[in-house]
């Protein structure tokens, strides 16, 4: 992976620590605590994973995003090959669950590199 140039010592980019589920402080590969679950802080460097929030929006971009992509490629198959439904069953409902997951996992780690990187925060109003 290129390494990128506007990142401090030590610290991943936001791409190696998405695809690796790297600590954004530190580099460690503590982010995650499960399959798509934050740990709730570092076991490196201590960093609190809590105070970023992630949301719910990489969940929702990736199901229809996917969604479409696969139902797209049902209906191809379908006319180009005329398989019996259990099939299609078996290859779509698989693939689909490894794709959400690990796009879930990857755009989550993304995002909070992101927000620890450029400092995100609750927004202030300016008296």
Known sequence: MPDNSD???GQPGIGQAALSGLC??????????????FAPR????????????VGDGPAAILILVIGGLVAGLAIWLQLAVDPP???????????????????????????????????AGEGKLRK
């Open 42 to 53: 570092c076991r490196a460097c201590g960093l609190d994973f809590a105070k970023y929030n």
């Open 24 to 37: 954004p402080q530190c580099g460690a590969k503590t982010l995650f605590a499960g399959l798509v679950n």
């Open 7 to 9: 990142s401090p010592k």
């Open 85 to 119: 439904y259990w099939l299609q069953a078996v290859i779509w409902i698989p693939l689909t669950t490894v794709l959400v997951l690990g796009g879930l996992r990857i755009s989550k780690a993304a995002l909070l590199a992101s927000e620890f990187r450029n400092k």
